[in-house]
């Protein structure tokens, strides 16, 4: 039989309900993602899944998609206490968050430095895994692994490595590994096509004060998405998903 669990204040129910917070995620090296096609996706990329956390209803679905050892059926009231959306779908994946990645892993893709709205960043990991983007870096900002992330990025976070920098570190791998960096800034920067983006490593800043001016310095290039029409800037996500699909997305055509 699958576990049941009934009770809100059951342990596990409590230890789940505290990775609302960063410290407890970290602590406990676990996140949560919500519905049914983000655990899914997560768990088809590789994630490893610690549980999935369902409501009676679901049960068949879920036992037929995951292993029945990671199955618990819980209620509805224990899905609220954990959730962190609105209108809870009634399934709860709890994930393990992967260990940090060696650095010499890291290949040209996609750097996020002190983006600080889930959404952008959510979205921008989820742009990073449809253009076959493989390595993402996080320096400062969002937690890649909260709630709101994971969700903004469909479950497509399991499939890029994700390594969780300081600007220090970036520069330091950046330059062992030869792959430059360039950053996206407003105006001033040379066009897509100056820039070897395939072979570089894409700095999106933040979305309020975009890259702070010594770390813009430290960087090969600069480039700059042209825009024909009156708009100043562009929301940081769009700008970012924009250059990634003229450095990956295009030149696969």
């Known amino acids: 039989m699958i576990t049941v669990i009934t009770s809100r204040a059951n342990p596990l129910v409590l230890q789940y309900a505290a990775l609302k917070t960063a410290q407890e995620r970290y602590s406990q090296s676990l996140f949560i993602a ?19 956390l369902f409501t009676p209803e679901h049960e068949l679905q879920m036992v037929q998609q995951f292993p029945f050892e990671q199955c618990v059926r819980v209620t509805a009231q224990i899905i609220e206490k954990i959730a962190t959306t609105e209108t809870p779908s009634g399934i709860i994946g709890i994930f393990e968050i ?7 892993m890291i290949t040209p893709g996609l750097v996020l430095a002190e983006v600080s709205t889930p959404g952008n960043m959510g979205t921008l990991i989820r742009t990073a895994a449809a253009m076959g983007v493989k390595s993402v870096v996080v320096v400062e900002g969002s937690d890649p692994w909260s709630p709101k992330v994971v969700q903004a990025t469909a479950g497509a976070i399991g499939a890029v490595t994700l390594f ?3 600007w220090k570190e970036l520069i330091q791998h950046s330059r062992t590994h030869k792959i430059p960096l360039c950053s996206l800034i407003v105006s001033g920067g040379k066009t897509p096509q100056e820039v070897p983006l395939r072979k570089s490593l894409l700095i999106v800043g933040n979305e309020a004060h975009g890259l702070p001016t010594t770390w813009q310095k430290e960087c090969a290039y600069d480039m700059t998405i042209p825009m024909p029409g009156h708009s100043e800037s562009l929301n940081a996500a769009i700008a970012g998903s924009i250059a990634l699909y003229i450095g990956y997305g295009m030149q696969q055509n």
């Open 34 to 52: 919500e519905g049914a096609r983000i655990c899914t996706t997560l768990y088809t990329h590789g994630m490893k899944l610690r549980h999935i």
């Open 98 to 104: 992967p260990e940090e990645p060696n650095a010499a």
């Open 164 to 166: 969780q920098w300081s």
